[in-house]
């Protein structure tokens, strides 16, 4: 079973589940938000760094003439059924048949509005992508898509794609469980990407915050850019140890010393009992607080498409 470094964050326990339940006054969200159009994306980007926003916590990072998805996630729930659980409020900002090759997937734990198995077995035949993911995680998929093969990382592990960037796991604060029986049988992490003369990507799929974890990180690499959850946040009693604010968002990019940053786990799924929009909203109040403009931490739309690079 494995532990956060703070072992006095923990997740609730299934008491203090259903006491959120039964209080829980979950406001009311858009059913479905048509989009106007879907970003198209090349079929690779050599000397720049390409990052679209598919939703949620799925970004597809294009450089070094990769292609690289975190947490794909195209099905229409994130839930263990089909009929019931959090549905899609805005649908992907690329179609999946738009998608080009992909050649390496990150999955950061095994939650299913992050680890989809519908939508990686889709994504394994059709491209036979590396797939890396935190110790573990490997049996739940091993275990759905027959010949699957996996690459399992421990925290302070690294391997490198074809010589061309080097993809490290870090911690995070969090937990992982897909049923009643597995709680913390898996690992979760944050990702170092990390391209020679261009820099490192963070991708953060959920986490409280730690200033230990994530300013051992920003003195560890040189990061260009971070990918930061800043939704799902409400109630904080029940989620403050597993899942950061916009306000910790703003300290976890400053944590980083992340030249940018990226928003993301907002107004696709609702998981949690904030309004819609509000995460944006407070975290733009976060930003003008800490004196962070919006380049250096951006709030992006679905399907939007962002180019960084160091020249």
């Known amino acids: 079973m494995f532990k956060n470094l703070d072992t006095s964050k923990k997740p609730k326990n299934i008491i203090d589940i259903f006491k959120w339940k039964?209080?829980?006054?979950?406001?009311?969200?858009?059913?479905?938000?048509?989009?106007?159009?879907?970003?198209?994306?090349?079929?690779?980007?050599?000397?720049?760094?390409?990052?679209?926003?598919?939703?949620?916590?799925?970004?597809?990072?294009?450089?070094?003439?990769?292609?690289?998805?975190?947490?794909?996630?195209?099905?229409?729930?994130?839930?263990?059924?089909?009929?019931?659980?959090?549905?899609?409020?805005?649908?992907?900002?690329?179609?999946?048949?738009?998608?080009p090759k992909i050649d390496i997937i990150l999955i950061s734990h095994n939650h299913y509005d992050h680890l989809d198995i519908a939508t990686i077995k889709k994504l394994w035949h059709r491209d036979r992508p590396r797939i890396i993911t935190p110790l573990m995680n490997n049996l739940v998929l091993e275990a759905n898509i027959p010949g699957i093969e996996v690459i399992t990382l421990d925290w302070g592990g690294m391997t490198s794609i074809d010589k061309l960037i080097d993809i490290n796991l870090e911690?995070?604060?969090?937990?992982?469980?897909?049923?009643?029986?597995?709680?913390?049988?898996?690992?979760?992490?944050?990702?170092?990407?990390?391209?020679p003369s261009l820099g490192s990507i963070c991708f953060i799929g959920d986490t409280g915050y730690s200033h230990e974890i994530f300013n051992n990180i920003g003195q560890k690499y040189d990061i260009l850019v971070s990918l930061i959850p800043i939704g799902a946040f409400e109630p904080r009693w029940f989620m403050k140890d597993i899942h950061i604010n916009p306000e910790e968002a703003v300290f976890i990019h400053q944590n980083l010393r992340s030249k940018y940053s990226i928003a993301s786990h907002f107004d696709v799924f609702q998981l949690a009992d904030e309004e819609f929009n509000q995460a944006p909203k407070e975290l733009e109040l976060a930003k003008k607080q800490y004196n962070i403009n919006?380049?250096?931490?951006?709030?992006?739309?679905?399907?939007?498409?962002?180019?960084?690079n160091l020249f």
């Open 22 to 99: 039964i209080h829980s006054q979950q406001p009311k969200w858009p059913s479905l938000i048509p989009l106007e159009a879907t970003d198209i994306p090349p079929q690779e980007v050599d000397n720049n760094i390409r990052i679209s926003y598919v939703g949620h916590v799925t970004f597809l990072i294009q450089t070094a003439k990769l292609n690289i998805l975190t947490d794909p996630v195209w099905s229409e729930r994130v839930s263990p059924f089909s009929f019931a659980g959090p549905k899609r409020v805005i649908q992907p900002g690329i179609k999946f048949e738009d998608l």
């Open 171 to 195: 911690p995070a604060q969090h937990w992982s469980a897909r049923g009643i029986f597995d709680k913390n049988k898996a690992l979760w992490g944050t990702f170092i990407v990390t391209i």
């Open 294 to 308: 919006d380049e250096q931490f951006i709030v992006p739309k679905v399907s939007g498409c962002y180019w960084f």
